[in-house]
């Protein structure tokens, strides 16, 4: 039996159709509009709510759990809390100050000292993870790869501490750093009438990131986006990434002579 605890994003989703019908497990689910309730495995329940969590996991012989999909950091005068949720919501509290990935390695540290044991969210579908190469029909020009070494390189400098996991770099400037708002926000900022087919996304892991959970995300939407901010194309990390609805990503792309790059 597994513990599957589910954030938002489309890729729970993936986790729970391949698995569905293959192996036990249960769901904690803590989306905001409980996603997963008509599951007959769903639990809801409160992020401050370690005890009751503990307890289904153990009840259900959970030994393992895997983390899919984004907790965004919770409002925490709100949450409903029990015993144990009173004694570890200072610790969650402290390390929510590094970011919502910083929430999910503290929760991660709570079940290690619960001899619970967490693995890989591409356990099951390392299928949505990408190899090194180019993915689409157009590749990046000699334009495009000085951009592309300007984001790896302004990526690298950050704080290890740091929450970026993109930025965006157009005529070997850096447009934008992605903030706490994340990926969306980021290029909603980066629009311009001025470009089209101009600039790339790089999106790699953070700096001491743990590579089991919050990994970069990537779908059509992040496509789409990245067009209308009148970008050229993305850079994914090698077998370090979840792209989702990969045909139509590669379609999109060669429709609008983008590029899909993996370093």
């Known amino acids: 039996m597994i513990g599957l605890i589910f954030g938002e994003t489309d890729f729970p989703k993936q ?5 569905k019908n293959k192996k036990k497990y249960v769901i904690i689910d803590l989306t905001k509009n409980k996603t997963f309730k008509k599951d007959k495995n769903f639990y809801s329940v409160s992020l401050g709510e370690f005890g009751k969590i503990i307890n289904i996991l153990k009840k259900n012989k959970c030994r393992k759990v895997l ?24 610790r969650i509290i402290k390390s929510s100050k590094l970011g919502d990935a910083a929430i999910l390695k503290e929760i991660i540290n709570i079940f290690k000292k619960e001899k ?13 993870t990408l190899k090194k190469g180019h993915y689409s029909r157009i ?9 592309i ?11 290890k501490y740091s929450y970026s996991q993109g930025t965006v770099v157009r005529d070997k400037q850096v447009v934008a750093i992605e903030g706490k708002r994340g990926t969306q926000e980021m290029l909603k900022k980066c629009k311009s ?24 995300t990537v779908g059509l939407k992040t496509l789409e986006q990245c067009r209308s901010a009148g970008l050229k194309g993305i850079v994914l990390k090698s077998k370090k990434n979840i792209f989702l609805e990969r045909k139509k990503c590669i379609n999109f792309a060669n429709k609008y002579k983008m590029f899909i790059t993996i370093k």
Do not use: H, W
């Not at 986790?15 to 698995?19: C, S």
């Open 193 to 216: 009438k001025k470009f089209k087919n101009k600039g790339v996304l790089v999106k790699f892991p953070k700096k001491q990131q743990d590579l089991r959970i919050d990994l970069p």
């Open 149 to 159: 070494k300007k984001a790896i390189r302004t990526l690298s400098k950050l704080d």
């Open 67 to 90: 983390f899919a999909g984004k907790v965004k950091k919770p409002n925490f005068s709100k949450l409903r809390l029990d015993f144990k949720g009173v004694y570890y919501i200072p």
């Open 116 to 128: 619970i044991k967490t693995i890989s969210s591409l356990t099951f579908n390392p299928e949505l």
């Open 139 to 147: 590749k990046p020009n000699s334009d495009d790869r000085a951009d």
């Open 15 to 19: 986790i729970l159709k391949k698995i």
